[in-house]
């Protein structure tokens, strides 16, 4: 095969595996690269078969002498070759690999690495992981620390070590360090090159873990410059419309005042925060995050409130017609009697002839349609933004001369990783609830109280209740094997634990209407109990609906129990949630249980870094693609680090034409929330 460069597709390189590759993330050559391995094993101990102790795991280098198939009682192959290194003989052993035979011939000279077993006399290694030894070239799966990926289906960690060390070896010099040298000295790194190289074939364990530093370092280094970029640009010679924040004090008091509430400590702070922002004349960027009740409407209010005294319409968007109806209601409720006009723009409404009918337009998606002139639109507030495109926010804001924006969300996403994925946002946070609202008791169910469980949720049904039964996912995203257990879940409940109740099962592989008709018969209380698959709408508000069960509850971060939880509890009735866990470790019961007393999404956030690092972050995998790979959200440190780096060379991007090509490449990968 000719040289390639690392740019290269693998549709063209690797035709035949692009669609397993594809599985690990692997789509240019360069990925390879970047494909780091999980562990590696050692065999690091090259020896002589004379001088391998018993039971040691050793490398040990001979000819061939003999090799073939032999067929056991029970009608098995199994392959046996004996290699002489003028030191000794070594039997070995492979079970059912015929194409062994094949590849090793007679007179070959092999590197075998393995567990020394047998006895003095006759020594053997069962299965090991062997490779011809050729002139001019070292061993890559033998006598070393030999690296372990990750694999799948069809390629293996063998197949995977080839490819590395031949690019590696044939694409070295195409592997230039990006990072100002200065820079790279001062943080004390390893040069990417070298980086690269020893996080797959490692002198040492010490060595292997300084290369993954560095390879963490870059891949935040650029999450934070590419934001930074973003910010810059949101920012650029752009100028934000002036809100006349302290001309309005008083109105805002007066507001205040009218609310038949008083507003949070947090909702105050965000109010300020966003105050800051559109009097600031730069345009407003910001993301507004709490948990679902917390009171984020009424932030939101308070800015188009200040946006209409200053002179500009609003526009609040939500992803669904009956959220948009729920805002219009509210936001009418409370700004109407300060003689705002407040219209409603849904899919199932027609056209808005006049554009200055109104201060404040609400609607789905339908506010972006193309009849829709906005005559000074100095505000967009956007509710539960992740489930909008990046293209449907970018119309919107085209809409108007860069307005200010505000997206909602109740993703409880830890303020770290705010920080670093977002960073070229502003964030606020509503981390505590209004008062007098009631928590849902929550409740770690021990084995042995099962069955006393289902007697009380029998109880509850009686009285009226709903009650949600959550089946653990078995795979990461629901496939059918979650299915059919959820299936057999069902069928024993309603066969051995509730037969006189009315039970509905509710999951991921449902057609959309067959979901919609379950909800809605579930909503008007033909069913008593629903069993679901954690994919259930996080939308669903059914008020009567006051007991959540979770089963297998260790499978799932705190924050995604905490979303799943907060599927009931919507009406006035204390709502309880229960939660039961498959295995008994401390470490689990210690995590599962911080659900009894915390009771806010972003908090929980934080403690499943601190449980479980990045890789089960709640929020994080949304579009299906992980954020950090080599690094972790919760390396703060690393994190601030990076910032910092970030930040200082940020200004000086230019002279450093490599650094700048490489953000170009890698900021098409990281999706901003803008
Ligand atoms: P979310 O953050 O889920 O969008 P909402 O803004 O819909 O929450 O508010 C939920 C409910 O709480 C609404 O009925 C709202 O009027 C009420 N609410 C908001 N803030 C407060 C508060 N400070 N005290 C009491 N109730 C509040
Ligand atoms: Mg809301």
């Known amino acids: 095969m000719k040289t390639m460069r690392l740019t290269t597709p693998i549709t063209i390189s690797h035709k035949a595996y692009a669609k397993r590759l594809e599985k690990l993330g692997i789509v240019t050559l360069q990925d390879f690269l970047l494909h780091l391995p999980h562990r590696y094993d050692d065999f690091s101990i090259v020896t002589t078969i004379a001088a391998s102790p018993i039971g040691t795991v050793v490398t040990v280098q001979g000819r061939i002498m003999a090799i073939k198939n032999v067929y056991t009682r029970n009608h098995k192959k199994i392959q046996q070759a004996e290699v002489d290194d003028g030191t000794g ?40 992981v062997y490779e011809l030894l050729h002139q001019n070239s070292e061993p890559i799966h033998t006598g070393r620390l030999v690296p372990v990926y990750p694999e799948t289906a069809g390629v293996s960690s063998k197949w995977l070590r080839r490819q590395i060390y031949r690019l590696l070896t044939e694409s070295s010099q195409e592997l230039v360090d990006f990072l100002p040298e200065g820079m790279q000295k001062e943080l004390q790194y390893m040069q990417l090159p070298a980086a690269i190289r020893y996080v797959h074939f490692p002198e040492n364990l010490d060595q292997a873990q300084k290369a993954k530093e560095r390879l963490a370092f870059d891949e935040v280094f650029f999450v934070q410059l590419s934001a930074i970029q973003r910010r810059n640009e949101w920012r650029k010679d752009k100028t934000g ?30 109010i300020e925060e966003i105050f800051v922002n559109v009097s600031s004349g730069k345009p407003m960027n910001r993301l507004l995050e709490g948990d679902v009740g917390s009171g984020k409407t009424i932030v939101a209010a308070f800015v188009i409130y200040l946006s209409f005294l200053s002179g500009y319409q609003s526009v609040l968007m939500a992803p669904t017609e009956i959220l948009a109806q729920q805002h219009f209601a509210t936001i009418k409720k409370f700004l109407e009697p300060q003689g705002m006009k407040i219209v409603l723009q849904t899919g199932s409404k027609k056209n808005i002839k006049n554009e200055s009918i109104f201060d404040i337009l609400i609607g789905t998606h339908a506010v972006l349609s193309e009849n829709i002139k906005f005559n000074k639109l100095g505000l967009v507030v956007i509710d539960e933004q992740q489930r909008f495109g990046v293209e449907q926010r970018s119309i919107i804001r085209q809409k108007g001369k860069n307005p200010h924006l505000l997206t909602m969300t109740a993703t409880p996403i830890p303020r770290t990783v705010a920080l670093t994925l977002y960073g070229d946002l502003d964030v606020s946070y509503l981390d505590e609830m209004p008062k007098g609202r009631k928590e849902i008791k929550t409740w770690l169910v021990p084995a042995t109280k099962r069955s006393g469980a289902y007697q009380w949720i029998a109880k509850r049904i009686h009285d009226g209740d709903q009650v949600f039964i959550i089946c653990p996912f078995i795979e990461e995203s629901e496939s059918m094997t979650t299915v059919k257990a959820a299936t057999k879940e069902f069928e024993r409940l309603q066969r051995d634990i509730f037969p006189t109740f009315r039970l509905a099962m509710l999951h991921g592989k449902m057609k959309a209407k067959e979901k919609d008709t379950i909800l809605e018969t579930f909503r008007s209380h033909e069913y008593d109990i629903l069993i679901a698959t954690p994919v259930v709408e996080v939308g669903i508000d059914i008020p009567n609906a006051t007991v959540m069960v979770i089963e297998g509850a260790e499978r799932f971060g705190l924050a995604g129990l905490h979303q799943l939880r907060g599927r009931v509890g919507r009406g006035e009735k204390q709502s309880f949630c229960l939660l039961f866990a498959q295995t008994k470790s401390p470490q689990t019961f210690v995590r599962l249980k911080a659900l009894e007393t915390l009771h806010i999404g972003a908090t929980l956030a934080e403690m499943d870094l601190k449980f479980r690092g990045s890789g089960e972050l709640y929020g994080t995998q949304q579009h299906g693609k992980q954020w950090l790979k080599i690094a972790s959200f919760s390396e703060t440190a690393l994190i601030e680090k990076a910032k910092q780096a970030a930040n200082k060379l940020f200004p000086h991007l230019r002279e450093y034409p490599l650094l700048s090509k490489k953000l170009v490449q890698q900021s098409k990968q990281f999706i901003s929330p803008d």
């Open 89 to 128: 003989i070594l039997e070995i052993v492979w079970f059912n690999q015929p194409f062994i035979i094949k590849t090793l011939k007679v007179g070959d000279v092999i590197s075998v690495g393995g567990r020394i077993e047998g006895n003095m006399i006759r020594k053997k290694i069962i299965s090991p």
């Open 241 to 270: 419309f002036l809100f006349e924040e302290e001309k309005f004090s008083k109105a805002m008091n007066d507001l205040k005042k009218s609310l038949p509430f008083s507003l949070t400590k947090s909702q105050q702070r965000a």
